[in-house]
């Protein structure tokens, strides 16, 4: 992960430390994030407005993530002066 150039004070860079240390010692440990996910929900759901949380399921998030890799490999390829575009499938007889 490339760092980034933020300018902390030596007291809020130890703490960033630590607090980066915690979340990766703890993130095989899901009833953690299980327990702050419900929290976070409770929080939504008295605010005025926020309504009901439906997750949308994993399919979701993978599609989203599939646009954000596509959108993002169009600029670079628009960048270098080329075009993507979608293969055509294959049959399978030989012709």
């Not at 953690?32 to 009901?52: K, Q």
């Amino acid at each position: 992960m490339k760092q980034r150039r933020v300018r902390f004070t030596s007291t809020a860079r130890s703490h960033v430390w630590r607090e980066k240390l915690w979340w990766l010692e703890n993130r095989t440990h899901t009833e953690i994030f299980a327990a702050e996910f419900e929290e976070a929900l409770r929080i939504l759901a008295v605010l005025p407005g926020a309504g009901t949380y439906t997750d949308p399921g994993v399919g979701y998030y993978e599609a989203k993530y599939r646009e954000r890799i596509l959108r993002s490999l169009s600029k670079r390829a628009t960048s270098l002066g080329f075009q993507l575009v979608q293969l055509q499938p294959v049959s399978d007889g030989v012709s």
